[in-house]
């Protein structure tokens, strides 16, 4: 990434951690602070998945040309990342679309990382995309993704509240809800246990509330 003489650039945030934190900012925390990764069925399909499409490289198909495994970035909100594929099409279109393992959720965490590529391929294309897409594995189709002013603000806001986790170095508050179901993280993170400490901390202030101080006669 380029820098302007004389201005510090900001911390870099991955496109993959915008996904992490959209879906649970604990979940990012603990990938980027604690460097906890556990993989479960899910992400060991995806990864699988994503073989092809990791593989950098270049096809032309009929009024197509696709591009896989392409790194971007930008260089004022200081992202970083790889795109697994981008189509570019006869009339200047440029398509980025995530390929994804699961069933596609609609505003979920994958918009997110999806739109923050078109942002990073406007600034390395010299282009305009209000367009992304999602292919989900799981039922074999395309999904599209608005990159509209709101997504922008979106994408910007995550990547400022990444960027805090960082420099915090603070872990975030588990969520202790439905995502946790899905997550690989669970065990690690231990949502449900964490969540209650405030319960906990209650309980063991009234059980244990200090004696006052005695004054003794000599």
Same mark, same amino acid.
């Given at each position: 990434?380029?820098?302007?003489?004389?201005?510090?650039?900001?911390?870099?945030?991955?496109?993959?951690?915008?996904?992490?934190y959209?879906?649970?900012?604990?979940?990012?925390?603990?990938?980027?602070?604690?460097?906890?990764?556990?993989?479960?069925?899910?992400?060991?399909?995806?990864?699988?998945?994503?073989?092809?499409?990791?593989?950098?490289?270049?096809?032309?198909?009929?009024?197509?040309?696709?591009?896989?495994?392409?790194?971007?970035?930008?260089d004022?909100?200081?992202?970083?990342?790889?795109?697994?594929?981008?189509?570019?099409?006869?009339?200047?279109t440029?398509?980025?679309?995530?390929?994804?393992?699961?069933?596609?959720?609609?505003?979920?965490?994958? /918009?997110?990382?999806?739109?923050?590529?078109?942002?990073?391929?406007?600034?390395?294309?010299?282009?305009?995309? /209000?367009?992304?897409?999602?292919?989900?594995?799981? !039922?074999?189709?395309?999904?599209?993704?608005?990159? /509209?002013?709101?997504?922008?603000?979106?994408?910007a806001?995550?990547?400022?509240?990444?960027?805090?986790?960082?420099?915090?170095?603070?872990?975030?508050?588990?969520?202790? !809800?439905?995502?946790?179901?899905?997550?690989?993280?669970?065990?690690?993170c231990?949502?449900k246990?964490?969540?209650?400490?405030?319960?906990?901390?209650?309980?063991?202030?009234?059980l244990?509330?200090?004696?006052p101080?005695?004054?003794?006669?000599?």
């Open positions: 990434m380029s820098a302007t003489p004389g201005h510090r650039p900001p911390w870099p945030v991955t496109l993959s951690a915008l996904e992490h959209a879906y649970c900012p604990r979940q990012a925390g603990l990938i980027l602070l604690e460097d906890a990764f556990t993989d479960d069925a899910a992400t060991v399909r995806g990864t699988l998945a994503h073989r092809r499409v990791h593989d950098p490289g270049q096809e032309s198909r009929p009024r197509v040309r696709t591009l896989r495994a392409l790194p971007v970035w930008h004022e909100l200081g992202l970083t990342g790889v795109c697994d594929v981008v189509e570019i099409h006869p009339d200047g440029v398509l980025p679309v995530e390929h994804k393992s699961g069933a596609y959720r609609p505003g979920g965490a994958a /918009d997110v990382q999806v739109a923050a590529q078109a942002i990073c391929l406007e600034q390395r294309l010299s282009t305009r995309i /209000d367009t992304a897409a999602i292919y989900a594995m799981a !039922d074999r189709r395309r999904h599209t993704v608005a990159v /509209d002013a709101a997504m922008r603000q979106r994408v806001r995550i990547t400022e509240q990444v960027r805090e986790v960082i420099k915090s170095q603070a872990l975030p508050a588990p969520a202790a !809800d439905a995502r946790c179901r899905r997550c690989s993280m669970n065990t690690g231990m949502p246990v964490l969540a209650k400490r405030p319960r906990f901390e209650k309980l063991r202030g009234a244990f509330t200090p004696a101080e005695t004054e003794w006669d000599d």
